[in-house]
């Protein structure tokens, strides 16, 4: 038997994050003033990000250096470890390889270290004092309370209201590294004070915190806004990931056919597939990347490519991007991290060049998948998560079927530690098949007044 584990050393830390707008045939189309519906440059962006980030967000060069500093913090969990599935291989009587990268072994047990670090990091060198930011399941307001901490930044995040009473501990994990943390709608905001009006019993949303965050960033001179997904610049963040990936598939002398990554705005499957269509792309591989994501979320396998906002209010700018409709309430699955109507402006281009492939699956497939890993493998994926090791298992029965022998390769890019309220609705027979309709789909996206993309 070869080794379970496929370790790299300290100095294999990549040393620049790659940017794969540089290799893409074609670019992505630029984002649109909300109002005039314009296109608008990088200084629209100049009251939110600094300077840094907004050069990285619309950068076309290759490589990016990521700072010494950076790294060094990187260096408390990077490189993460790849794991072959020897458990979950057996279980499924495959003749497929199954690899999986781990990136819950960062501090907040996600993948969004990865971004948060970096952004934090150039707010700081920027003279920001306090970043702000808005979190779902509180898995990026974690890890950017995290980040803030070691850079001595204040950290204010607004926690989508059912998910500040639904998982305390996140909570209380943003607290212990310093950050303040609102049950959003708030009465801090113009935004969250209007919600309140309406409803006082609102329980909140991603789209209002969004506004929320981005309000009182506007408002203050030292203080900025942080995204943990869909920027160009968040994905670029996370191709460490998939940088060292490749090395550690080299070290285990294999090649995936196929990469699989859970999709909710796209920063970890950018992370782990983008070096690996770079390869495609560049040295003529012939490796899969596929997005998986849930069934009662779909807009990669049933949305439309189009310009749509980012919120839910239409403050942001308009991106051009898969979309359900900004409109869109997805269905209170447990994949909170997966719940976001649209997808980030790279990754749409790529589905729409046929560079990636997308897939869905419904939270009781995804669930039983998780059970399987956990009972195979040792670690309980996040909810997330368990979307790429549901596409791991369709793809690893296929090759049981054709009798091929295929490699595959799944992000696992968080644990589900702070989630097992989740699995334990799962055990009690909570959770409910579902997948959004077709009609459901049309009314909401005959809503949208936003311009098409011809
Ligand atoms: C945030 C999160 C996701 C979804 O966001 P992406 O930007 O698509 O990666 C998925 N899995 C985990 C563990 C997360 O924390």
Aim: aromatic share 8%; proline share 7%.
């Amino acid at each position: 038997m070869q080794n379970r584990k496929i370790l790299l050393s300290e100095n294999e830390i990549p040393t620049h994050w790659y940017n794969i707008v540089h290799d893409m045939p074609n670019k992505p189309l630029p984002p649109l003033h909300p109002g005039t519906k314009e296109p608008i440059g990088p200084e629209a962006l100049a009251p939110l990000f600094p300077m840094e980030l907004i050069k990285q967000e619309v950068s076309t060069e290759k490589y990016i250096e990521i700072p010494d500093e950076v790294r060094d913090i990187y260096k408390l969990w990077r490189p993460s470890p790849m794991y072959r599935a020897y458990g979950l291989e057996k279980a499924l009587d495959t003749p497929a390889k199954i690899y999986y990268k781990y990136d819950g072994v960062s501090p907040s047990g996600s993948h969004k270290p990865n971004t948060a670090v970096a952004q934090a990091y150039y707010n700081k060198q920027e003279g920001v004092k306090r970043i702000t930011t808005e979190t779902g399941a509180g898995q990026w307001g974690s890890a950017l309370s995290f980040a803030c901490n070691h850079f001595d930044l204040e950290c204010e995040v607004y926690m989508v209201k059912i998910s500040y009473h639904q998982k305390p501990y996140r909570k209380v994990m943003m607290n212990t590294w310093g950050a303040k943390v609102f049950a959003s709608p708030t009465n801090l905001t113009e935004a969250g004070r209007k919600i309140l009006a309406e409803d006082p019993d609102s329980p909140g949303s991603l789209g209002i915190a969004i506004s929320e965050a981005v309000e009182r960033a506007a408002m203050a001179d030292d203080t900025k806004y942080a995204l943990g997904s869909v920027l160009n610049h968040v994905l670029m963040h996370q191709t460490v990931v998939g940088q060292e990936a490749v090395k550690q598939m080299e070290k285990a002398g294999d090649l995936p056919d196929i990469v699989i990554g859970p999709f909710g705005g796209g920063s970890n499957f950018a992370g782990i597939s983008f070096p690996f269509i770079r390869m495609n792309l560049e040295e003529g591989t012939n490796i899969r990347c596929i997005a998986s994501e849930p069934a009662s979320c779909p807009k990669l396998t049933r949305g439309v490519f189009r310009y749509d906002f980012g919120d839910t209010v239409g403050m942001t700018p308009l991106l051009p991007m898969y979309t359900l409709g900004h409109n869109f309430v997805p269905a209170p699955i447990h994949a909170g991290g997966l719940r976001y109507h649209g997808a980030g402006v790279v990754v749409s281009q790529l589905l729409k060049d046929q560079l990636i492939e997308a897939t869905s699956h419904d939270q009781l497939e995804c669930f039983e998948a998780g059970v399987l890993f956990a009972q195979k493998e040792g670690i309980i994926p996040a909810p997330e998560t368990t979307h790429a090791v549901a596409t791991a298992i369709r793809e690893a029965n296929k090759c049981k079927e054709e009798g091929v022998g295929k490699t595959i390769l799944i992000h696992l890019c968080g644990h589900g530690y702070f989630d097992l309220a989740a699995y334990e609705n799962y055990f009690a027979g909570n959770l409910v098949k579902h997948e959004v309709t077709t009609a459901e789909i049309e009314a909401n996206l005959a809503q949208l007044d936003t311009p098409e993309i011809g």
